[in-house]
C-alpha cells in the first residue's frame, strides 16, 4: 500500500461546480498535510496547507480527519483555470527529528465550459 | 520575492554522457530535496540535504551523486546516463528541518528538463 493514495481521476466538471478530492495516508505519526497544484509540465505550486481545524482561502476549503487519516480538498464555484493536477503532500517527522514529505500520484482536474 | 533557481532549464545529453543540474534555494532555506517527475508519474523523491549533509535518501539510483554547497546551492550529477533518466527534475527548499519545521512547506524551483537521446 501506498503510503499516500489519491484518486487519479480524471474529475471532469463542468464551470460552476462543486468537486471534492481525498487523500488518505498510512502513517499515523504524520504532522502536517498540503495540498499542491501542478500545472502540465510546470512545477508544483503550493495550493493551501491543512490545519487540524479545517481551513478555508476562498474557494477552497482544506479539511483534516486524524481519526480516519484522511485529508480533502473542496473546490467551489469551478473556473476552467482550476484544471490541473492537486497533490496530496504529506509530512512525517521521524525518531532522529528528520521530516520527510511524500507525495500522492496526484487527482487531475479538468474544467469544462 | 525570490524563488527556488534551476539550471539549465532544458538540457539534452546522449546515452552514457553526463549531467549536472544546479539547484539555488530560497535565501534563508537551509534544506534542499530533489525530485524525478517522468511523464504521466508524481514526483519522486530522490535524496535531500540539512546544512549541507544527506538528511534523506529516496530511490535516487547509484549513477546520481549530489551534495549541498556552504551557500546552501545544490548539484545533482548525474553518470552513466539511460534513456529513462529522461524527466523534469525538481528542485524544492524549506526551512529548517525536525520537528520544529514540519510545517514549513516545499517551495518548487521550475524544473530542468532532461531528455536523454
Known amino acids: 500500500r501506498k503510503e499516500v493514495e489519491q484518486d487519479p481521476g480524471p474529475f471532469n466538471v463542468p464551470e460552476g461546480a462543486t468537486v471534492a478530492f481525498n487523500c488518505t495516508y498510512s502513517?499515523?505519526?504524520?504532522?502536517?498535510f498540503f495540498w499542491y497544484r501542478q500545472d502540465c509540465r510546470k512545477e508544483p505550486k503550493l495550493l493551501m496547507s491543512?490545519?487540524?481545524s479545517g481551513n478555508e482561502d476562498g474557494r477552497f476549503t482544506a479539511q483534516l480527519n486524524r481519526a480516519s487519516q484522511y485529508i480533502s480538498l473542496l473546490i467551489r464555484d469551478s473556473k476552467l483555470s482550476d484544471s490541473a493536477t492537486y497533490l496530496c503532500?504529506?509530512?512525517?517527522?521521524?525518531?532522529?527529528?528528520?521530516?520527510?514529505?511524500?507525495f500522492g500520484a496526484g487527482t487531475r482536474l479538468a474544467v469544462h465550459p | 520575492a525570490a524563488g527556488v533557481i534551476q539550471s539549465p532549464r532544458h538540457l539534452i545529453k546522449e546515452k552514457r554522457e553526463t549531467a549536472t543540474l544546479k539547484c539555488y534555494p530560497i535565501?534563508?532555506?537551509?534544506?534542499v530535496y530533489w525530485y524525478q517527475q517522468g511523464p504521466g508519474q508524481d514526483p519522486q523523491f530522490l535524496i535531500s540535504?540539512?546544512?549541507?549533509?544527506?538528511?534523506d535518501k529516496g530511490s535516487i539510483p547509484d549513477r546520481f551523486s549530489a551534495q549541498q554547497f556552504s551557500d546552501y546551492h545544490s548539484e545533482l550529477n548525474m553518470s552513466s546516463l539511460e534513456l529513462g533518466d529522461s524527466a523534469l527534475y525538481f528542485c524544492?527548499?524549506?526551512?529548517?528541518?525536525?520537528?520544529?519545521?514540519?510545517?514549513?512547506?516545499?517551495?518548487f524551483g521550475n524544473g530542468t528538463r532532461l531528455t536523454v537521446t
Open positions: 524544492a527548499s524549506s526551512l529548517g528541518e525536525g520537528a520544529s519545521s514540519y510545517n514549513s512547506p516545499l517551495h
Open positions: 502513517n499515523s505519526a504524520s504532522q502536517s
Open positions: 491543512v490545519y487540524s
Open positions: 503532500v504529506v509530512n512525517t517527522v521521524f525518531s532522529g527529528g528528520y521530516n520527510k514529505l511524500i
Open positions: 535565501p534563508r532555506h537551509d534544506t
Open positions: 540535504f540539512y546544512e549541507k549533509m544527506q538528511s
